[in-house]
């Protein structure tokens, strides 16, 4: 089993940037791929990016590209996503997910999930 636990969201201005925080326990995530999915209503729960533990290219929605960018911590077990220019519209409950080997933009792909963090973007 691998449990994640995210961290770091928040309340913020427009143009504003924060850091979301998932940390890993359990087995090792060493070959597994982390992702960072988002849900709001009227989307529910879309993909915003990932990358393997192992290395190699992260992946972004078309929509976040250029503003946000995933990152690890092999030490901390720890997976972020930087979050920057961030517009009403990124306003979502954002969680992290984790699936065996590669990469996958589809959440229907990921076994392991945290229990989500609320980020909110203020025009």
């Known amino acids: 089993q691998v449990r994640l636990v995210e961290s770091g969201g928040g309340l913020v201005q427009a143009g504003g940037s924060l850091r979301l925080s998932c940390a890993a326990s359990?087995?090792?995530?060493?070959?597994?791929?982390?992702?960072?999915f988002r849900w709001t209503p009227e989307k529910e729960r879309s993909f915003v990016a990932a990358m393997r533990w192992?290395?190699?290219?992260?992946y972004y929605a078309d929509s976040v590209k250029g503003r946000f960018t995933i990152a690890k911590d092999n030490a901390e077990r720890t997976v972020y996503l930087r979050m920057n220019s961030l517009k009403p519209e990124d306003t979502a409950v954002y969680y992290c997910?984790?699936?065996?080997?590669?990469?996958?933009?589809?959440?229907?792909?990921?076994?392991?999930w945290g229990q989500g963090t609320q980020v909110t973007v203020s025009v």
């Open positions: 192992s290395g190699g290219p992260a």
């Open positions: 997910a984790a699936r065996p080997l590669f990469s996958s933009r589809d959440s229907r792909d990921y076994d392991y």
């Open positions: 359990g087995r090792s995530v060493d070959s597994y791929t982390m992702g960072w």
